[in-house]
């Protein structure tokens, strides 16, 4: 069974710059999560979808970042324009409905500079 | 609110001794519980977790977990911590029911010494 992909797994980019993460999922699973872990942290739920519908964002800048999950399988995450305090690993993850485990992929490290 | 507690920012044990790491959470009922591990530059791996039942749960690489639920506690323990173990151990819930909405605790570095 393959795992969930990210894409890129690093990024350096200049403050006020846009960038987007891709996640593909596990098949089947039709809750997705996108998490931000900062150095030293735990990670911190920004986003999740439950099939394409967001179910919590409650943490999510939303004045900068944007996320969608079309057709109800891969995601991407946007932030528009970054800061210096975006920089951060930004996990992403999979569940499917009958079990809450969910199931991570190597991350993208951004470096914002 | 709920919340995931790790008290543990570092800690440090010799190869061969024993471990035990603390995990508190804050909920109004019993959650979905979890224990994760993070290798540098990796992403998150499953350790074990409890959903009910038996309160004493065992993972991979020779880890378990006991639920306590007049602690609101799920600690984490291995009798014999191998060099290998080094990395980063954080402790997850997931309220039961709903959209199992995954909160983690800010985990605790473990470092062994030779």
């Known amino acids: 069974e393959a795992g969930v992909a990210q894409s890129p797994r690093y990024k350096i980019i200049e403050k006020r710059q846009s960038v987007a993460f891709w996640c593909n999922p596990i098949?089947?699973?039709?809750?997705l999560y996108w998490y931000q872990q900062i150095l030293g942290q735990g990670p911190k739920l920004l986003i999740q979808?439950?099939?394409?519908?967001?179910?919590?964002d409650s943490q999510l800048p939303k004045d900068r970042f944007s996320a969608e999950r079309l057709k109800g399988v891969d995601s991407t995450l946007k932030i528009q324009p970054a800061k210096l305090e975006d920089s951060a690993v930004y996990l992403c993850a999979s569940s499917d409905n009958r079990d809450p485990e969910a199931f991570f992929g190597q991350g993208t490290r951004l470096t914002v500079v | 609110a709920q919340s995931v507690t790790q008290p543990d920012i570092h800690i440090t044990v010799s190869e061969g001794a024993s471990l035990e790491l603390r995990c508190n959470y804050s909920?109004?009922?019993?959650?979905?519980l979890f224990w994760y591990v993070q290798s540098p530059g990796q992403g998150l791996q499953l350790l074990l977790k409890y959903f009910s039942g038996d309160t004493l749960v065992q993972g991979i690489k020779g880890f378990e977990a006991e639920f306590k639920r007049s602690q609101s506690s799920f600690n984490l323990r291995k009798p014999s911590v191998h060099w290998s173990d080094a990395a980063e151990y954080f402790c997850a819930v997931a309220l039961s029911g709903g959209y199992n909405k995954l909160i983690f605790g800010a985990g605790t570095r473990l470092a062994v010494h030779p």
């Open positions: 979808f439950q099939n394409n519908g967001v179910v919590d």
């Open positions: 909920y109004g009922a019993t959650p979905y």
């Open positions: 098949s089947g699973h039709a809750t």
